[in-house]
C-alpha cells in the first residue's frame, strides 16, 4: 500500500474516527468506574492515559519500528535547547489533555465536546494577547458563532416553558482550560516546527513528534498527580488491580488516545487545509452523535441546534481565508 494513496489516506482517516470515537467511550467508563468527577482519580486517570500512551512510544523506539506505518522509527537525536523547547509545547499539551478528561467526562458528553469545539475563541485571544497575532477579519467574523452554538447548548426549559442558562460548570471550567492551553500548545508547536532545518529535521518525523509529547507529557503531569492525589495513589492501585473493567478501559483509552492522534497527525502531511477542515467538522459530529447513542444518552433539541451552529462556526473558521481569498479575485474582476 502506497504512503500517502488514495487506500492510505481512507485507512487513516477510517482509523482516526474509529479511534476517537473509541476513545470518548473507554474515557467515560473509566471515570464512571474511577468514581466520577467526584471520585479521587481524575487527575491520576488522565495522567496514566498519557503514561499509556510513552510506554508505547517507549517500546516502538526499543523495536525501531512504528506498527501502525511499518516504518523505521527510533527515538531521535536532540540537543538540551531542544528539550527545553519540547517541555513547553509538552507542558500545554498534558494541560490540554488534563482538562479535555474533566470535561468530556464531567457532563455530557455532547456538551464536552461543544465547549472543545469552542477552541478556535480561546486561540483567537491567546494568539492576539501574548503571541500578538490576532485573527483575520474573515475568521473573526466566525467567532460569535461559535459562541452562540456554545450558548444554545447550555439552555434547558424550565417548568414555566421560558428557557434559562443551564449546565455543568465542571465540564465548562475544565473544557476552557483545555481549550486555552491548546491554544497556547498550537503557538508553542508553531514557533518550534518553523526551525526546518533544526529540530524538525532532528525530530525525524510525525511518529516521533507525537511520541516526544507523550512522554514529556507523562513526565509533566505525574508529579502533578502526585501533588492533587497522591494521597489516594493506593486505592488507586487496588482499584486498577481489582475492578477489571476499570483497568481494561483505561489502558484502552490510553492507547486510543495515542492512536487517533498519531493518526491525524498523519494525514495533515498528505491532505489539504480544506480536507482536513471538513474531516474535523464531519468528526466531532460522528463522535458528538456515536458516544451518544453508545452509552445511552440521548441529545436533547439544544445540544442538537446548539453543536450544529457551532461546529459550522468551527468549520467557516477554519476555511474563512481560503473563501476570502477565492472570492476577492473574483469581486475585483466584476467591478
Given at each position: ?178 481549550n486555552a492551553a491548546a491554544a497556547f500548545r498550537g503557538s508553542e508547536n508553531a514557533k ?9 529535521k532532528r525530530i525525524d518525523g510525525v511518529g516521533n513528534q507525537f511520541a516526544l509529547s ?122
Amino acid at each position: 500500500m502506497k504512503e500517502g494513496g488514495a487506500t492510505y489516506l481512507g485507512l487513516c482517516f477510517s482509523f482516526w474516527y474509529i479511534g476517537n470515537y473509541l476513545y470518548n467511550i473507554y474515557n467515560k467508563q473509566a471515570v464512571v468506574e474511577g468514581g466520577g468527577k467526584e471520585g479521587p482519580f481524575m487527575v491520576t486517570i488522565a495522567t496514566m492515559q498519557l503514561v499509556i500512551g510513552a510506554v508505547y512510544a517507549l517500546t516502538v523506539w526499543l523495536i525501531g519500528l512504528n506498527p501502525i506505518t511499518f516504518s523505521k522509527q527510533t527515538m531521535p537525536k536532540l540537543t538540551a535547547a531542544d528539550y527545553k523547547g519540547l517541555t513547553i509545547l509538552a507542558f500545554w499539551s498534558a494541560m490540554a489533555h488534563a482538562g479535555s478528561v474533566f470535561a468530556l467526562t464531567a457532563g455530557s458528553p455532547a456538551f464536552g465536546q461543544i465547549v472543545k469545539a469552542a477552541e478556535p475563541v480561546f486561540a483567537a485571544i491567546i494568539g492576539t494577547l501574548i503571541y500578538s497575532k490576532p485573527p483575520t477579519m474573515a475568521k473573526a467574523f466566525c467567532l460569535p458563532v461559535i459562541v452562540l452554538g456554545v450558548g444554545i447548548a447550555c439552555l434547558k426549559p424550565g417548568p414555566d416553558g421560558k428557557y434559562k442558562m443551564e449546565f455543568d460548570v465542571t465540564a465548562l471550567v475544565a473544557g476552557s482550560i483545555a481549550n486555552a492551553a491548546a491554544a497556547f500548545r498550537g503557538s508553542e508547536n508553531a514557533k518550534l516546527m518553523a526551525d526546518k532545518e533544526g529540530i524538525v529535521k532532528r525530530i525525524d518525523g510525525v511518529g516521533n513528534q507525537f511520541a516526544l509529547s507523550q512522554v514529556l507529557g507523562a513526565l509533566v503531569l505525574l508529579p502533578v498527580a502526585f501533588a492533587m492525589e497522591g494521597a489516594a495513589l493506593p486505592d488507586f492501585v487496588t482499584l486498577a488491580k481489582t475492578n477489571k473493567a476499570f483497568g481494561y478501559n483505561l489502558l484502552m483509552a490510553g492507547l486510543t488516545f495515542y492512536g487517533y492522534n498519531e493518526l491525524s497527525t498523519m494525514t495533515i502531511k498528505y491532505t489539504s487545509a480544506v480536507t482536513m477542515s471538513v474531516a474535523n467538522t464531519a468528526k466531532r459530529v460522528i463522535v458528538i452523535v456515536g458516544v451518544a447513542m453508545a452509552l445511552g444518552i440521548p441529545l436533547t433539541k439544544e445540544e442538537i441546534t446548539g453543536s450544529a451552529i457551532s461546529i459550522s462556526g468551527v468549520f467557516l473558521y477554519s476555511v474563512a481565508d481560503m473563501i476570502k481569498a477565492k472570492l476577492m479575485p473574483a469581486k475585483a474582476k466584476s467591478s
